[in-house]
Each structure stands twice: as C-alpha cells, then as structure tokens.
C-alpha cells in the first residue's frame, strides 16, 4: 500500500496498482512486468475509447480507476471518435501502441486486459460495452 499522507490518494494508487497486478496475473508476467502491464493497459484503452461514441466513452471511463481515467483519456480527440475500425484494425492499433514481445499474440494480450478491466467495472456497463462495439469486436470481451 503506498502511503502519501493523503488517503484518498493512496486509494487511487491502489486500484491501478490493483489493476496492473490483474493484468501481470493473469498475463503470467513475472512482478517485474510493471512496464508492460501499463503498457497493455494504455494500448487497448485508447484504441477501445476511440472505437467508442463519446457518450459511451464516457460512461465506461467514469467506472474506471481514477488513475486508469487519466490514461484512459490521454490524448483523445472526441471530435474524431468513433472511429471506425474492424477487430483486424483494432488488433493492429493495440499492437502499434505495445512496445514489447507479445507471447500468445495480440489477441491474448488484449482478453487478458479486458478481463482485468472487466473486474473494475459493473456488469451492467460491461453489457453496454459490449453492446455498443460491434460483433467482431464485442467477441473479444469476456
């Protein structure tokens, strides 16, 4: 637990830590990950907002850590979402913003990190989530 001396802000920092140790977890990433579960989380965060309608955006990111909500929103163009963009699209964009190796393929790493995602959001906007992607995208959402 990190201990700023400000409590909310240690909440804060201990759902993205939590986050990340999911997505170290459930990935099979050794501790030392850190670097990677970020990025993974950062690579199917921005292609999944911008895939997304503003509203939607918006109400899936008021669920998510406040921390995560930073990195969520970073560098995002409303005016240009959504973005159009089929599975294969979508599976090139995670792995352009995925520096490293990826054992197991694009595609696992993006369900491990919607499976860690899934465990911060209620069940009722993960419905919406999936149901405002399309079919070939919304398949890939546990």
């Not at 999911?22 to 850190?34: C, L, N, Q």
């Not at 907002?49 to 109400?59: G, P």
């Not at 520096?99 to 209620?122: D, F, K, N």
């Amino acid at each position: 637990m990190v201990d700023t001396g400000f409590s909310s802000f240690d909440s804060m920092v201990d759902k993205a830590n939590k986050l990340l140790k999911d997505i170290e977890e459930d990935f099979g990433w050794p501790k030392d990950r850190r670097k990677q579960s970020y990025a993974a989380l950062r690579g199917v965060l921005h292609p999944l907002r911008d895939r997304l309608s503003v509203e939607e955006s918006a109400q899936f990111a008021a669920q998510l850590p406040t921390l995560v909500r930073g990195i969520y929103y970073e560098g995002w163009q409303p005016s240009e979402t959504p973005m159009k963009m089929d599975r294969e699209e979508f599976f090139t964009r995670v792995r352009e913003e995925f520096p490293y190796a990826i054992e197991g393929g694009t595609e696992e790493l993006v369900r491990t990190v919607l499976r860690a995602l899934q465990r911060h959001v209620s069940t009722g906007e993960w419905d919406d989530l999936k149901a405002n992607l399309p079919k070939s995208l919304a398949s890939v959402l546990p």
